[in-house]
Nanobody
Framework: QVQLVESGGGSVQEGGSLRLSCAASGYTPRRNYMAWFRQAPGKEREGVAAVVATGRGQATYYSDSVKGRFTISPDNSKNTVYLQMNSLKPEDPAMYYC????????????????WGQGTPVTVSS
């Protein structure tokens, strides 16, 4: 059974950085579509970063809200996917979830079969 475990969340000042980790077991991330979603209280779950293995390597995708600030990167040797978050803003606080799918699901959360328990991120001004 696929298991995803996130870590690395916490509290940071506006403009600061955090790196989230998602450790996967049960399969190798490079053969799957991995993504980070976030959900703030009272808001819908939002996809922010995704990585997919292609025949020539991998492709990454970002939502407009985080493009240029967040970086998703898999470490196949550790079965881990990271989300480096820089220049954090007041609108970034949320519970951040790692998810895995067997196809290019992009931001369709219903297509992701495996989810972690989430790790919280707060930003103080």
């Amino acid at each position: 059974q696929v298991q995803l475990v996130e870590s690395g969340g916490g509290s940071v000042q506006e403009g600061g950085s955090l790196r989230l980790s998602c450790a996967a077991s049960g399969y190798t991330p490079r053969r799957n579509y991995m993504a980070w979603f976030r959900q703030a209280p009272g808001k819908e779950r939002e996809g922010v970063a995704a990585v997919v293995a292609t025949g020539r390597g991998q492709a990454t995708y970002y939502s407009d809200s985080v493009k240029g600030r967040f970086t998703i990167s898999p470490d196949n040797s550790k079965n881990t996917v990271y989300l480096q978050m820089n220049s954090l803003k007041p609108e970034d606080p949320a519970m951040y979830y790692c998810a895995a799918a067997s196809r290019d699901a992009r931001w369709d959360s219903l297509a992701y079969a495996s989810w972690g328990q989430g790790t919280p991120v707060t930003v103080s001004s």
